[in-house]
């Protein structure tokens, strides 16, 4: 009869209870990439490895430095000249001029090892001394040479005295910069007890004066300190400003 089963109640609860409860699951399908999608993914990727590529550039001058400076340091290696810990950055308020008065920026003689002595215009016996060590340490590298720059800072006014002009007009040329010397003696900072001239000092290629030599160097022993510092450096310093 019409409506006979929902006259009866209690026959299908019975039914009901009878029949077990079952779940469907049903798979999800996997989103259809096409090419457009693929290649963003592929972009993301490169520009991800890129940004990783920038920085381990730019973190290895750092690293390098370290190195630089751990290799040779008291303790592991004994080292001729004297090493500056901490190292002193070269100022950028240095006020430097050439020759013809034409100013310079500090900034300017970053870049590249520099081998640097200083003095006034006149050129006594110990200045000769110095040209000729200054010259012969450098030519001493050998073809590691074009990675080191000579440059006189000159802490007065007055007309360069033969033997300096000479010096700095010779194959490769001196890198003659005019300076106040106090200015400079705040960055130098000679030894106790020498005068700011006594000394050669080295500049790394970041613009960090680390290590000064003694008065009158030895030359094999400082062309060891200049090797290992060359050598240190070889991965991240190229030669010419």
Known sequence: MPGSRSSNPSATAARAEAEPLTLSVHGIAAPDLDDSDLAARHRTKQGRLRMLLVLAVCAAPVIASYLTYFVIRPGSHSSYGQLIVPTRSLPDDLALTR??????TARSLHGQWLLLTVGPSTCDTACD???????????????????????????????????????????????????DPAALARWLAPTAGQALQDHLYVVDPMGELMMRLPPQPDPGKTKRDLERLLRASASWDLPGR
């Open 129 to 179: 001394q110095r040209l000729f060590a200054q010259r012969q340490f450098r030519e001493m590298l050998g073809r590691e040479r074009d990675r080191v720059d000579k440059v006189w800072l000159i802490t007065d006014r007055a007309p360069l005295a033969p033997a300096l002009a000479a010096a700095i007009a010779s194959k490769p040329e001196v890198t003659a910069l005019r300076v």
């Open 99 to 104: 020759l013809d008065g034409t100013a310079v």
